[in-house]
């Protein structure tokens, strides 16, 4: 079955740093791509950052040289690192396949970034 566990979000002074953890489980891992979402308060969620099976990223401008992808296929795990915190990252941050499946998301790690 597949499930994706997410953690080490939290509250953050802007500027600050957290890495997210995505536990996947999920045969087959290295083949899949993977994303990195998020969902604030009455807005759609979005897609962050993504990577592909092969370590291919994408990231959406407005995170864009502050957050870094990455993936650790023997640990069925995907990070996502966020550097210079905004007030507008907070969100609830989702891993989930990319392109998403919506019957995976998973409860998602708060990230709040405020003074």
């Known amino acids: 079955q597949v499930q994706f566990v997410e953690s080490g979000g939290g509250l953050v002074q802007p500027g600050g740093s957290l890495r997210l953890s995505c536990a996947a489980s999920?045969?087959?891992?290295?083949?899949?791509?993977m994303g990195w979402y998020r969902q604030a308060p009455a807005q759609q969620r979005e897609l962050v950052a993504s990577i592909t099976g092969g370590g291919s990223v994408n990231y959406a401008d407005s995170v864009k040289g502050r957050f870094t992808i990455s993936r650790d296929n023997s640990k069925n795990t995907v990070y996502l690192q966020m550097n210079s915190l905004k007030p507008e990252d907070t969100a609830v941050y989702y891993c989930?396949?990319?392109?998403?499946?919506?019957?995976?998301w998973g409860q998602g790690t708060q990230v709040t970034v405020s003074s």
């Open positions: 999920v045969r087959a891992f290295s083949i899949y791509g």
């Open positions: 989930n396949f990319r392109p998403a499946i919506n019957t995976y």
